[in-house]
């Protein structure tokens, strides 16, 4: 990709004098006019080399590590060599004048650590493939080798091998803090609200949906937070209920234990407490997270002491495997319930499907 703006370091002090002047910048085959802006801050001492950005008369090919001289304009004279850094600049001021250096000075090190920077330096929204190649050459392998060589040094991550995805281990624990700091503010504003969804986030932060999950499983890996129903919460946050959404509570918990939940619909339940659906949902939502009743796929119900004394019987039942009329016998449940309440078991791992039986995956010992 052609630039005309660029970073680097030089071989010798330029100077600040030198800022705005005119000088020839030789690559290869081409000798061009240029302007050249020390990075130099105040009270810095001669180090032997200056981080400048040059901006070139005309756009050219560069990338990392590419070789030039520096010539005086009116004599001609070599003034020393130099190599690319950074081949895109964007002009800065300020505060931003020593993170850009610090960055230099990381670029300048060896092709692994410019791999690494780079990545750090794009954050959140990690580093493609096509914008590493952009900056820096790589031979055919080279650049999945060098990913790899820094993920196992816990340095970067990666989200995809094909095309090449990136993001630095730093990035992600920063990331990490974000979601953790905007949770609590969250909670405090919408108390009543069991938590977040996914996309919420998603859009809050503008990140890859890899890049988010991949945050989120640490946090939930690490005990930080928990997923319920799809919404993402502290680990310790309780949505708040008013007095008679306890009571509510309450009732669809002694309902669910004397299995009265399953002649009614969800409109029953509705029409019952005089709730709207989200209403609804938001409840039934607090006593999963409280781990009163638990939710299978199809929206199957069922109360916790009821499915611990399920999981009991079978593993006193001594049985490797059953049918669902097995099932049914063991349950006193009709086949309409019977199989939502194995394809639940089958998602905790205390059955496994196989064939036209239930492997049984927990015994006692």
């Known amino acids: 990709m052609k630039t005309s703006c660029f970073d680097a370091v030089l071989d010798f002090n330029l100077g600040r004098k030198a800022a705005g002047r005119s000088f020839l910048i030789v690559f290869k085959n081409s000798e061009l006019r240029a302007t050249l802006e020390p990075y130099a801050q105040q009270g810095e001492k001669d180090s032997g080399h200056s981080f400048v950005r040059i901006l070139l008369e005309r756009p050219v090919d560069l990338k990392w590590g590419d070789e030039f001289r520096v010539k005086n304009l009116e004599e001609g004279l070599n003034l020393g060599s130099g190599v690319v850094l950074n081949p895109h600049s964007q002009k800065v001021r300020g505060k931003k004048v020593r993170k850009r250096l610090e960055y230099l000075g990381r670029l300048k090190g060896n092709k692994e650590e410019m791999l690494h920077a780079l990545v750090d330096e794009k954050g959140i929204r990690g580093a493609r493939e096509r914008e590493i190649l952009d900056f820096a050459p790589f031979k055919e392998g080279s650049l999945l080798e060098l990913s790899q060589g820094l993920e196992e040094e816990g340095k970067i ?9 990136l993001i630095s281990q730093s990035s992600l624990e920063h990331l990490s803090r ?81 299995d009265e939940l399953r002649s009614l619909s969800r409109k029953d339940l509705e029409k019952r407490f005089n709730l709207n659906p989200q209403t609804l949902d938001r409840l039934l939502s607090f006593l999963i997270e409280r781990k009163k009743i638990v939710q299978g796929k199809d929206g199957f119900l069922i109360h916790s002491k009821w499915l611990e004394e399920i999981i009991e019987k079978l593993k006193s039942s001594g049985r490797s495997e059953l049918t669902v009329g097995d099932f049914k016998k063991m349950t006193n449940l009709s086949r309409k319930y019977a199989i939502p309440l194995l394809e639940l078991l089958d998602q905790m791992g205390i059955t496994r499907r196989k064939g036209g039986l239930h492997e049984v995956l927990i015994r006692r010992i």
């Open 157 to 165: 991550r990666i989200l995809s091998f094909s095309p090449i995805f």
């Open 178 to 258: 974000k979601i953790l700091d905007f949770l609590d503010k969250y909670h405090r504003k919408h108390a009543r609200e069991s938590g977040v969804q996914f996309e919420r986030l998603r859009q809050r932060y503008k990140v890859h949906r890899r890049v988010l999950r991949l945050a989120l499983k640490h946090l939930l890996r690490v005990g930080r937070i928990k997923e319920v129903e799809g919404k993402i919460s502290l680990m310790n946050f309780e949505p708040l209920l008013s007095k008679e959404e306890e009571k509510i509570v309450n009732q669809l918990e002694e309902m669910c234990l004397k």
